[in-house]
């Protein structure tokens, strides 16, 4: 893919606007395609639109309690699964902070992922569960104050109730800030949510899913398969 830098944006933009002129949009007009993960088959894009992105954010910001006040740490590139409408459009729509940073310089980096947490003060990550084993298994020499975040975002692949135990383990964090989101790419991302207790059981099997969002429904057969439907669950590729 081309890297575009400011520069190269503001020439495309001043040579294609005057000769588009004014673009009116409809509610199911597309505003933009997702890839899935390919982690069940061949990866696919997912078209969200105006509509499912309207009604996924105000209900998402509201579920979670983000505010214009939030500053996310956000190491994600920008074609992976979250990155869009979790962390992206999020801190857009609130008018929050954002510390962008390259994942090869926090992967794998305890002390430089917790050290940012620390310096700016980030309230909001996106942990998945190989991060969040990665951070609970740092042994650092004096442990670093990062009460500030309220939400550590699990999600992207399998939580472990032992990853999220030692992690909890490991540092003083803000009560009930470890948030285990659920969903697919064909439903905005996360419509299911549940902030682990301290001192989350590690002897269990799963970690749960917690609540849906209120626009979802769902049901589950008797062989388990779970069935949603809702705005935002997506209806083309």
């Given at each position: 893919?081309?890297?575009?830098?400011?520069?190269?944006?503001?020439?495309?933009?001043?040579?294609?606007?005057?000769?588009?002129?004014?673009?009116?949009?409809?509610?199911?007009?597309?505003?933009?395609?997702?890839?899935?993960?390919?982690?069940?088959?061949?990866?696919?894009?997912?078209?969200?639109?105006?509509?499912?992105?309207?009604?996924?954010e105000?209900?998402?910001?509201?579920?979670?309690?983000?505010?214009?006040?939030?500053?996310t740490?956000?190491?994600?590139?920008?074609?992976?699964?979250?990155?869009?409408?979790?962390?992206?459009?999020?801190?857009?729509?609130?008018?929050?902070?954002q510390?962008?940073?390259?994942?090869?310089?926090?992967?794998?980096?305890a002390?430089?992922?917790?050290?940012?947490?620390e310096a700016?003060?980030?309230?909001?990550?996106?942990?998945?569960?190989?991060?969040?084993r990665?951070?609970?298994?740092?042994?650092?020499?004096?442990?670093?104050?990062?009460?500030?975040?309220r939400?550590?975002?699990?999600?992207?692949?399998?939580?472990?109730?032992?990853?999220?135990?030692?992690?909890?383990?490991?540092y003083?964090?803000?009560?009930?800030?470890?948030?285990?989101?659920?969903?697919?790419?064909?439903?905005?991302?996360?419509?299911?949510?549940?902030?682990?207790?301290?001192?989350?059981?590690?002897?269990?099997?799963?970690?749960?899913?917690?609540?849906?969002?209120?626009?979802?429904?769902?049901?589950?057969?008797?062989?388990?398969t779970?069935?949603?439907?809702?705005?935002?669950?997506?209806?083309?590729?």
């Amino acid at each position: 893919l081309p890297i575009w830098y400011p520069s190269d944006v503001l020439t495309i933009c001043y040579d294609v606007v005057p000769r588009c002129g004014t673009q009116y949009r409809t509610p199911s007009d597309v505003i933009y395609y997702q890839f899935t993960s390919g982690t069940t088959g061949i990866p696919k894009m997912v078209a969200y639109t105006d509509a499912m992105v309207d009604q996924y954010e105000s209900e998402y910001i509201a579920r979670c309690d983000f505010r214009a006040s939030n500053v996310t740490l956000n190491w994600v590139n920008v074609e992976y699964v979250v990155h869009t409408l979790r962390l992206h459009l999020k801190d857009v729509w609130c008018g929050s902070t954002q510390v962008i940073v390259s994942p090869y310089e926090v992967l794998g980096d305890a002390s430089r992922f917790m050290g940012l947490v620390e310096a700016y003060g980030v309230t909001c990550c996106y942990t998945p569960n190989f991060v969040l084993r990665t951070l609970a298994d740092w042994e650092p020499t004096t442990p670093p104050n990062v009460r500030s975040v309220r939400q550590w975002m699990v999600s992207g692949e399998m939580a472990h109730p032992g990853t999220i135990a030692a992690f909890q383990a490991r540092y003083t964090l803000h009560p009930g800030s470890v948030l285990h989101c659920y969903g697919l790419s064909e439903t905005c991302g996360g419509v299911f949510f549940y902030n682990c207790p301290d001192g989350f059981d590690a002897s269990q099997t799963r970690v749960p899913v917690g609540s849906a969002l209120p626009s979802v429904r769902y049901k589950i057969d008797e062989d388990g398969t779970l069935w949603l439907r809702g705005p935002y669950v997506c209806t083309a590729y």
